[in-house]
C-alpha cells in the first residue's frame, strides 16, 4: 500500500497551524512555492449572458498530472454486439423519409424522459413557478430520429443533401408537435413568439457513452413536454431582458478572433464565454426565424453544413486529445433564441468547482478558436 510517510511529510511541512500565519505570511508563501507560477491561469473571467455562468481560465491546468486516464490516444473499437435498431427491435416509426441509401425515420422512445397516457397538461412548468415545492405535473413524451438505417451512417459522414432531409424532417416534427397538440399542451404563444404553439420541444444528439449516448446507432432525441428547460427559460428571459435574440447578440458581439466559418446563412464560433475546450456554437443569421421547419433552403443547407463540419473535425480532434469522440449538440429554437446549435465536445470532466458555479476550462477561447479553425482548414 502506497502512504506518504510521517518522515517525508516532516521534511515538507512549512506551518504545523495555518491559524498561527497571518494572511500576508501565507500568501508569500504560495507565491514562493516552486512550480505554482509556473500553471497560473490566464487571468480572465467571462460570464455566459443567458444564465451569468461564470468561467475562468487556465490552460496551463491541463498540463497536472493524471493517474485515472490514459494519456495514449484511444483505439477504436468495433463493436460485436447486435444493434437493436438494425434488427428492428424498437418501437414502430411515424416518420420515415428516403435517403440516398437507406431511410431516416422517427419513433418512441422506449425509456421515456415523458410519457402521456392521454391526460391534459393543465399548465406550463416554468422556472416562474420556483417558490412552490410542486411546480407542477410534467406531460409530454419523448422520440428518436434516427439518423439513417445504416447502422454506421451518422452526421460526420453522411452527405450534405441526406443530412438536409433529416434536418428538414426533424423541423417538421418539431412543428408540428407544438401546433397539432391544443388539446393536451398549454398554450405556449408567449414563450415562442409564434401563434398556436403549445407545450415546450428539446432537440438534441447525444454522441457517445462519456456524454449519455446509450446506442451507437446515430441518432438525435426530441422531447415535447409542458416543461421549459432552463436554456429555453434563459433564451426567452434574455430577449426579454435584452430586446434582442441570443443568436443576434453573438452575431454582434463576436470578435473577428472567435469566428470559425462564415457559412453563408450561417456562422460558426467560439463563444467569448466558453465552458469547456473546443466547444463552438453556429448561429443562423436571420434571428426572426424561431423553429426549424421556417429555415429557407439555403438556411437549411447552410446549418447542415456548419453541424457536419463541426462533428467532422471533433472524430479526428478527440482521439488527437487522448479523449474517446464524445460531444453533445444542442438546438435552441424558440424563446428568445433566435435559431442556433451549440456543440459541446467532453474534452475535461465536470468537478465539484463547477458543480458549485465556477467553471474552470482549461483552455481559452482564442487557443480554442486557433486550434479549431486549422482543423477546419485541414478537412
Known amino acids: 500500500m502506497q502512504e506518504l510517510s510521517k518522515e517525508r511529510l516532516d521534511a515538507l511541512i512549512q506551518c504545523k497551524d495555518v491559524t498561527t500565519a497571518d494572511y500576508a505570511q501565507i500568501v508569500d508563501w504560495v507565491k514562493a512555492e516552486p512550480g505554482i507560477s509556473q500553471f497560473a491561469p490566464d487571468g480572465i473571467c467571462r460570464i455566459d449572458p443567458r444564465n451569468r455562468r461564470m468561467t475562468i481560465y487556465n490552460a496551463a491546468r491541463s498540463k497536472r498530472p493524471q493517474d485515472n486516464r490514459s494519456a495514449k490516444p484511444p483505439e477504436p473499437v468495433a463493436s460485436s454486439k447486435p444493434c437493436p435498431i438494425c434488427e428492428g427491435k424498437t418501437t414502430r416509426p411515424i416518420d420515415v423519409a428516403s435517403l440516398g441509401r437507406g431511410f431516416t425515420f422517427i419513433n418512441k422512445n422506449l425509456f421515456p424522459c415523458f410519457f402521456n397516457a392521454g391526460e391534459e397538461a393543465t399548465r406550463a412548468v416554468t422556472p416562474q413557478n420556483e417558490l412552490q415545492m410542486d411546480a407542477g405535473v410534467p406531460v409530454g413524451n419523448h422520440y428518436l430520429q434516427w439518423t439513417s438505417t445504416v447502422h454506421d451512417h451518422d452526421w460526420f459522414n ?107 446563412e450561417a456562422m460558426l464560433a467560439v463563444p467569448y464565454f466558453m465552458r469547456r475546450p473546443m466547444g463552438a456554437m453556429l448561429f443562423v443569421k436571420d434571428d426572426s426565424k424561431t423553429l426549424l421547419s421556417e429555415l429557407t433552403d439555403s438556411e437549411r443547407v447552410a446549418t447542415v453544413t456548419g453541424i457536419r463540419k463541426m462533428v467532422r473535425l471533433y472524430h479526428r480532434l478527440m482521439p488527437a486529445l487522448c479523449r474517446d469522440v464524445a460531444y453533445n449538440v444542442l438546438f435552441h429554437t424558440g424563446p428568445g433564441a433566435g435559431i442556433y446549435v451549440e456543440f459541446l465536445p467532453y474534452t475535461q470532466e465536470t468537478g465539484g468547482m463547477e458543480q458549485l458555479g465556477l467553471w474552470v476550462c482549461q483552455d481559452t477561447p482564442d487557443g480554442t478558436a486557433t486550434v479549431l479553425r486549422e482543423y477546419l482548414a485541414a478537412e
Open 158 to 264: 453522411m452527405d450534405v443533401a441526406d443530412l438536409t432531409i433529416v434536418l428538414e424532417r426533424l423541423g417538421a416534427f418539431e412543428t408540428h408537435l407544438l401546433t397539432a397538440s391544443k388539446e393536451q399542451m398549454p398554450a405556449t404563444s408567449e414563450w415562442y413568439g409564434v401563434a398556436n404553439t403549445h407545450g415546450f420541444v428539446l432537440m438534441m444528439k447525444n454522441f457517445g457513452a462519456a456524454v449519455g449516448g446509450s446506442l451507437a446507432h446515430g441518432h438525435q432525441q426530441v422531447t415535447h413536454s409542458n416543461v421549459i428547460s432552463k436554456s429555453a427559460y434563459e433564451n426567452w428571459l434574455f430577449r426579454k431582458q435584452q430586446g434582442i435574440s441570443f443568436s443576434k447578440y453573438m452575431q454582434q458581439v463576436t470578435p473577428e478572433s472567435l469566428k470559425l466559418m462564415d457559412l453563408g
